[in-house]
Structures are given as structure tokens and as C-alpha cells.
């Protein structure tokens, strides 16, 4: 059985492409999942094993949802320079491979380091929001991150997003922001 066409879910920007990862993006996910700065924030660095189980999952949401991660793409130089996400939020915490859609819709990103404040996050975001406002017919977007991770949070300023408050997310406490249909439409 040959593997599904997830061409359909490319999103293109600018600077950018954004790929549903599969498995030739092992070695430029794992270099960003395993650099201990560029997940401070996030669960902690993954060992090329855990990023390959991650892709798997993820390959999985996307034949069965229609929404998952991105690999991104610089389009200048080709090279992996961060990865981004519509998924559903957990309660819990750890990486599990269950998925809750009774959870709203989350928008997420991380970016290789030396391809930090060049507003790769900005932009990619902007094209996962259309995507899921559009494609996804989604009615809310909410995204999180550590209260002490400014950046992330100003990436979420950026798109457009309202502060909700510190919020219970991943089994933390979490910066908690939000973005409507209605908001995005307002913006565009």
C-alpha cells in the first residue's frame, strides 16, 4: 500500500514551505529536537528515537484529521528550519499518542536557533492560522507556551491573539492565548 499524498496540506509563504513531516525530515527534526536551547521551553530534548516516534504519530494525524505538524522549510536555502502545528490541546501531560478532540484547536511552533528573531515563527503561524480559519473551518485557535518563554508570546501578539490568562494545559500551567474566526477575519 502506497503512503497517502499529504501534498494537498503544503502551505507556502514568502521565505517559506511547510511540509506535513514524514520521514526524510528525520535528521532536520531530531537537530532541532535535540538542542537543549531551542526546546528549553517546550518538553525537554528528544533523542532521535523519540523524534522518529514523533513523525510516526504525526503521519498518523495526518491521514486521520487532516491537520497535524509542518516541517518548515526555508525556501532560499532548502534547509529544515523549524517545524509549527494545528493539533488538538491536551490536559495531560508527556507525549501521548491520543488525541482529544473534545480540545480546542492549538497553534504551535519551534524554530532552529540560528534562525531565531528572523520571524520565521511570524510567518509561518500566519499561514497556519489561514489554514485552520479556512481549510479547517476552525472557530477558535489557542496557543500557549511557558509564562517565562516572552518570545513565543510575542509571536502569539503578533498574529493577532488576546490573552486569556495562566491556564492548565499539558498537565502545567501555562500562558494561554486565543484567536477567533471572526478576530482573523478582522485581521486579514
Known sequence: MSPPDLSKYE????????????DDHLDGLNAINSDPEAMRYLHGVQTRAETKAM?????????????????????????????????????????????????????????????????????????????????????VLYAVCQPENKASAGVMVKLGMHYRGIEDWYGMKVTTYTLSAEQWQALS
Not at 11 to 22: D, E, H, Q, S
Not at 82 to 100: K, M, T
Request: glycine content about 10%; hydrophobic content about 40%; aromatic content about 10%.
Open 11 to 22: 502551505l507556502t509563504t514568502a521565505r517559506l514551505r511547510l511540509i506535513p513531516c514524514n
Open 55 to 139: 513523525i510516526d504519530r504525526v503521519k498518523c494525524r495526518w491521514t486521520e484529521l487532516g491537520y497535524s505538524w509542518w516541517t518548515i522549510f526555508e525556501l532560499s536555502s532548502g534547509e529544515i528550519v523549524g517545524a509549527g502545528c494545528i493539533q488538538n490541546l491536551r490536559r495531560g501531560g508527556g507525549a501521548s499518542p491520543e488525541v482529544d478532540l473534545s480540545c480546542p484547536l492549538e497553534i504551535g511552533w519551534r524554530v532552529r536557533r540560528d534562525r531565531w528573531r528572523q520571524g520565521i515563527a511570524n510567518e509561518a503561524a500566519r499561514a497556519m492560522a489561514e489554514f485552520a480559519f479556512t481549510r479547517l473551518q476552525a472557530a
